[in-house]
T-cell receptor, first 112, second 117 residues
């Protein structure tokens, strides 16, 4: 079993829909990242959070440390949101290394 | 601030050749991380470096792979005698010396796509 699991693996939505991508992890963490990757493109860091909730534009990320779970929400989705969304965690004890453990990614397609 | 710069963007090598991938971290960042993304797989940690030091190379294959981050110049990921299985996207990320949890502690480069023919 992977240390970081994302669901769903693939998601198709209609433009305007509210989207939720989930991430569960099995290790103690000091931080969790949500990343975005367009096909053939680079990786953009959307959020880094260690507690609570963060909002940036139409994107909202939440984390529940006790339940070892995080969600990424996209409100009023748009075709340009189509991308792979990746959850990554920084494990406690990795503070000296900073290395991340990644989920497999969720491929989102938003249709017009 | 140009962000994390990786070059080349695309690299084609014949089996047995050497591949050298470069990563210039963001200005002010002294920590560099290399990750590999194999086709149809997720990202995997390879190595973490600070200037002139390898801090954690637990994700590096035992043979043919090496990394450095010299006092001057970019970080280099070097793959000797490449094989088809080395074909992947290699991403570099950088962070400040102390990760600030209130802001983005990590910045990724655009990656180098290595194809071994």
């Amino acid at each position: 079993k992977n240390e970081v699991e994302q669901s769903p693996q693939n998601l198709t939505a209609q433009e305007g829909e509210f989207i939720t991508i989930n991430c569960s992890y099995s290790v103690g963490i000091s931080a969790l990242h949500w990343l975005q990757q367009h096909p053939g493109g680079g990786i953009v860091s959307l959020f880094m959070l260690s507690s609570g909730k963060k909002k940036h534009g139409r994107l909202i990320a939440t984390i529940n440390i006790q339940e070892k779970h995080s969600s990424l929400h996209i409100t009023a989705s748009h075709p340009r949101d189509s991308a792979v969304y990746i959850c990554a965690v920084r494990q406690i004890g990795s503070s000296n290394t900073g290395k991340l453990i990644f989920g497999q990614g969720t491929t989102l397609q938003v249709k017009p | 601030n140009a962000g994390v710069m990786q070059n080349p963007r695309h690299l084609v090598r014949r089996r047995g050749q050497e591949a050298r991938l470069r990563c210039s971290p963001m200005k002010g960042h002294s920590h560099v991380y290399w990750y590999r993304q194999l086709p149809e797989e997720g990202l995997k940690f390879m190595v973490y470096l600070q200037k002139e030091n390898i801090i954690d190379e637990s994700g590096m294959p035992k043979e043919r792979f090496s990394a450095e981050f010299p006092k001057e110049g970019p970080s280099i990921l070097r793959i000797q005698q490449v094989v088809r299985g080395d074909s992947a996207a290699y991403f570099c990320a950088s962070s400040p010396g102390k990760v600030d949890y209130e802001n983005y502690g990590y910045t990724f480069g655009s990656g180098t796509r290595l194809t071994v023919v």
